[in-house]
């Protein structure tokens, strides 16, 4: 309790919950509709836009934003206009994205500050400035959703039949996977743009082995975002460990744990 | 009902890839009609009820499905694929998967007729008690069940069903065409099924398909056109031999 009286620790626990908001009810989507590797090709692309926040001179989170949805976008039209088998289009998109972000990092002058908190994450250096943005970008995911989540559901269950019944799936699609770009970007300063969709992934995972009612998905995987995070958080810093990787960890314990007692 | 012309087609080509799936095919579904389409594998009887929902446009040609484009008219449209591809971990009950189906547009919300028509659906198939299972925990033949509620749920005017009773048991295909029975007063049937010999006992048209357009007309001519089609007499089709019907057409 002691700890909260520090401003940096009370950062990382609102951080905790905004970035469990995100995990909980787009990470629900990425676990059911299935595209993981989508939303993984969509945060290592966001490193170029970390990489041109250097360049800019810029908080990298802002160029962050416009980068995703334009790879979210990209990765969509690759996959579904230029018919390119999904893997492939996420192998192309992934790495394009991940090279912008060293290219304009080397044009930037000088070292590049913090840039180890974007790739792996740092949970204990989150200003007041990036938790605005992550409570501005979790309202926008949540009030999409609320407005599209039939269509949303429809869509992950079975793209064919959501056409028939007059839903426009590929707009939706498209739509999906923007918000799965701006999750990206509330969860990069937690574990970073390269284990980004292990917030994505897990605390779905986890509580889809409790729960069959999307609803209830939603809520079950946001506590268990919350409640792993924070737990990932005290052992990082108790143990000295960084905190991302730590983050995840705790994740995967808890996923392992939870599988074997249910089998 | 008056007997009004609900889908047309004419000289409709649907090319996918290099070859022809469908060539220069006229059809004409009326209000009233409980129509079943036959052909051999590849025929193109898939291709022709996607077309009818709008899910594919073709090349050349003029659909109209209720006076309309395709995809405006289907919203009129209950439509059971032969194929579902969905996660069976997927997170939704039987009830909620029937009523995924009731969506109306944007921003339309869930009513209480919505369940209705949910509960409705579901006791005409007999699902009512597995309403609360996950959509996964169910055997083939209990799923094909749940997909025709959620095409009847829609209350169409138009019923598309592609090999409906593939999976299902002897005791519930009679049951399945008692329901059709009970349903064709109200709206119009198109069934693509290789039972011959038990629909030709229900429908009142048949359209024969292989890529082009046989035969479309009452059951009692349909027989010739079905031999030349399948490269062998009815009687084998009609008892059901299917690998007969396919061997003699691999051999063609």
Redesign the interface.
């Known amino acids: 309790m002691e700890l909260l009286k520090y401003e940096f620790i009370r950062h990382a626990l609102y951080a905790s919950v905004l970035i469990s908001v995100a995990c909980g009810v787009i990470g629900t989507y990425v676990v059911i509709k299935r595209i993981t590797f989508i939303s993984g090709g969509i945060s290592h692309a966001s490193l170029g836009g970390i990489g041109l926040g250097y360049l800019l001179g810029v908080n990298p989170i802002v160029t962050a934003i416009p980068f995703s949805l334009l790879s979210a976008v990209c990765i969509g039209i690759i996959n579904r206009r230029l018919k390119v088998a999904e893997d492939t289009a996420i192998g192309i998109l992934w790495t394009v994205g991940i090279s912008l972000g060293i290219i304009f990092i080397d044009l930037s002058p000088g070292y590049a500050p913090d840039l180890m908190s974007y790739l792996f994450g740092n949970i204990l250096t989150v200003p007041t400035g990036e938790l605005v943005v992550m409570l501005v970008l979790d309202l926008i995911i949540i009030s999409t959703v609320g407005i599209f989540h039939r269509e949303f559901l429809a869509i992950s269950f079975d793209e064919e039949y959501s056409s028939a019944i007059g839903i426009s799936t590929e707009r939706l699609y498209f739509l999906l996977l923007c918000l799965i770009a701006l999750s990206v970007v509330v969860l990069i300063k937690a574990v970073g743009v390269i284990m980004v969709i292990a917030l994505l992934t897990i605390p779905a995972a986890i509580s889809k082995r409790f729960t069959y009612n999307i609803g209830k998905l939603f809520l079950l995987s946001t506590l268990t975002g919350v409640c792993c995070t924070v737990a990932g958080l005290w052992v990082s810093y108790m143990l000295d460990l960084a905190s991302g990787a730590t983050i995840v960890l705790v994740l995967g314990t808890v996923f392992l744990t939870v599988s074997l007692v249910k089998n | 009902m008056t007997n009004t012309e609900i889908v047309s087609l004419k000289g409709v080509t649907v090319i996918i890839g290099e070859s022809a799936v469908l060539e220069d095919v006229d059809l004409s579904i009326d209000q009233n009609d409980f129509a079943a389409v036959i052909g051999p594998n590849g025929s193109g009887k898939t291709t022709l009820l996607k077309v009818m ?1 709008g ?1 594919l446009t073709p090349g050349v040609g003029d659909v109209k499905v209720f006076g309309t484009k395709a ?1 405006k008219g ?2 009129h ?1 209950g ?1 059971l ?1 032969q194929h ?4 069976p ?5 039987v009830f909620d ?1 029937v009523l ?2 009731r ?5 339309t919300r ?1 009513s209480a007729r919505d369940r209705t028509a949910v509960e409705w659906a579901l006791e005409k198939v007999g699902m009512v008690e597995l309403a609360n299972r ?1 959509i996964g925990s169910l055997s083939d033949g209990q799923m094909q069940r749940v997909f025709l509620a ?1 095409a009847i749920v ?1 209350e169409p005017k138009l019923l598309l069903l592609d090999e409906p009773t593939a999976s299902i048991d002897p005791e519930m295909q009679n049951s399945f065409y008692e329901l059709l029975e009970e349903l064709k007063s109200k709206m119009a049937i198109v069934m693509v099924s290789h039972d011959v010999g038990v629909v030709f006992a229900h429908v009142n048209k048949v359209v024969c398909l292989n890529r082009k357009l046989f035969y479309h007309g009452p059951a009692e001519g349909a027989a010739d056109v079905i031999e030349e089609m399948y490269h062998c007499p009815i009687d084998l089709i009609a008892h059901g031999i299917p690998h007969r019907v396919l061997h003699k057409h691999k051999q063609r």
């Open positions: 929902l899910l995809a289907r919203k449209i439509y694929p579902s591809s969905f996660d971990g997927f997170p939704i009950s998967t995924m189906s969506y109306r547009g944007f921003m869930i996950q959620r829609r």
